[in-house]
């Protein structure tokens, strides 16, 4: 490689808009812009305000109790 010319380098990831807020995001707290955001997310999760839709348990199929 030649040492006059710089190398380019690739980022990792696209750079991405916080889902929380819009700002740009960090690389320590990809895809968030920080700690405060990223822990928004979080708690969302574990207070289940995100869902994954599923089958309710009448429609399943299995043995009937």
């Known amino acids: 490689m030649d040492q006059n010319q710089p190398e380019k380098v690739t980022p990792l990831r696209p ?15 990809y895809p968030f812009c920080s700690k405060r955001c990223k822990d ?3 708690n969302r ?21």
């Open 45 to 65: 999760w574990l207070s289940g305000s995100y869902a994954i839709p599923g089958r309710s348990i009448d429609e399943e199929d299995g043995d009937p109790a």
């Open 15 to 29: 750079k991405r808009p916080c889902p929380e807020c819009g700002k740009p995001s960090q690389r320590a707290f």
């Open 40 to 42: 928004v997310d979080l």
